[in-house]
């Protein structure tokens, strides 16, 4: 019964800023560590690219290179929520957007973010 619900997805200009966030339901979030994911445009094949990690605690976070300093993970035990709030976007990181639970093997739909002008 594992809900993974992500929001937030929209078009945005290069150089732009957006929020996503993921609703998760159905384990007891605050033991589990969460990411963040993602699959580029174009291959339905394509296996998701890790984008970032947070710790149980949220005390510690994990990303990867190319979105260091531009991104930031971070979660709300009370709302149940993981949050992905990025900057400085370019058209390469257009993507559906993807949350995870670590230890877990289940997928929300994901939100779509497209970089464009």
């Known amino acids: 019964q594992v809900q993974l619900v992500e929001s937030g997805g929209g078009l945005v200009q290069p150089g732009g800023s957006l929020n996503i966030s993921c609703a998760a339901s159905g384990f007891i979030f605050s033991e589990a560590a969460m990411s963040w994911h993602r699959r580029f445009p174009g291959n339905q094949h394509e296996e998701r690219e890790f984008v970032a990690r947070i710790s149980s605690s949220g005390h510690n976070t994990y990303y990867h290179r190319s979105v260091r300093g531009r991104f930031t993970i971070a979660r709300d035990v009370a709302k149940q929520t993981v949050l992905l709030q990025m900057t400085n976007l370019v058209p390469e990181e257009t993507a559906v957007y993807y949350c995870?639970?670590?230890?877990?093997?289940?997928w929300g739909q994901g939100t779509r973010v497209t970089v464009s002008p």
């Open positions: 995870k639970a670590e230890g877990g093997d289940d």
